[in-house]
T-cell receptor, first 117, second 111 residues
Framework: EAGVVQSPRYKIIEKKQPVAFWCNPI?????LYWYLQNLGQGPELLIR????????DSQLPKDRFSAERLKGVDSTLKIQPAELGDSAVYLC???????????????FGEGSRLTVL | GEDVEQSLFLSVREGDSSVINCTYT??????LYWYKQEPGAGLQLLTY?????DMKQDQRLTVLLNKKDKHLSLRIADTQTGDSAIYFC???????????FGKGTMLLVSP
């Protein structure tokens, strides 16, 4: 079974440029998360989807960040315009439904590492 | 609100036991987890414990939970060089809530 797939793995852009990250969750997983991981820090939630509905986007900086999960399967996270402080790893995770279910297990992708120059 | 604290770094020799500690603030947390992150990879669930348990053992891993002190620990017996990674403690209010992660403890195992 394929795991959570993210692309691109690495992206280098200049500040003020746009960037987009793509995530394909494990087949059948209704819940999808985007987490931000700064260097030396733990993952911090940006947005959580239940199917196509964003149920928690309180930590998403909506002035420059946007996300979509139109058909309740794959998802795109966009930053426009990027700032120097956006340099980080953007992790996508999925779970069968509602949090991690009874075991709390989230399945993570390898992440997309963004460098803003 | 929820907050999870961990020590940042631990260094051990191969064959020794490792103990990674975590404290959390929300007494309502009912699920506590340990995730492992190897370099350049995403996080992977190692083990979890429910708040009504004091201890859970899974092969080389032992999780201890002290609810009174809101303290969680992960003991790895016979630590191997392949155990070198970052270990994250996480909590949630229920198995269906969003997880809150600590900053991670980097474990370095030397031969």
């Amino acid at each position: 079974e394929a795991g959570v797939v993210q692309s691109p793995r690495y992206k280098i852009i200049e500040k003020k440029q746009p960037v987009a990250f793509w995530c394909n969750p494990i087949s059948g997983h209704n819940t999808l998360y985007w987490y931000l991981q700064n260097l030396g820090q733990g993952p911090e939630l940006l947005i959580r989807y239940e199917n196509e509905e964003a149920v928690d986007d309180s930590q998403l900086p909506k002035d420059r960040f946007s996300a979509e999960r139109l058909k309740g399967v794959d998802s795109t996270l966009k930053i426009q315009p990027a700032e120097l402080g956006d340099s980080a790893v953007y992790l996508c995770a999925s779970s069968p439904g509602g949090g991690g279910g009874p075991t709390g297990e989230l399945f993570f992708g390898e992440g997309s590492r963004l460098t803003v120059l | 609100g929820e907050d999870v604290e961990q020590s940042l770094f631990l260094s051990v020799r191969e064959g020794d036991s490792s103990v990674i500690n975590c404290t959390y603030t929300d007494s309502s947390s009912t699920y506590l987890y340990w995730y492992k992150q190897e370099p350049g990879a995403g996080l992977q669930l190692l083990t979890y414990i429910f708040s009504n348990m004091d201890m859970k053992q899974d092969q080389r891993l032992t999780v201890l939970l002290n609810k009174k002190d809101k303290h969680l620990s992960l003991r790895i017996a016979d630590t191997q060089t392949g155990d070198s990674a970052i270990y994250f403690c996480a909590e949630s209010l229920s198995g269906y809530s969003t997880l809150t992660f600590g900053k991670g403890t980097m474990l370095l195992v030397s031969p």
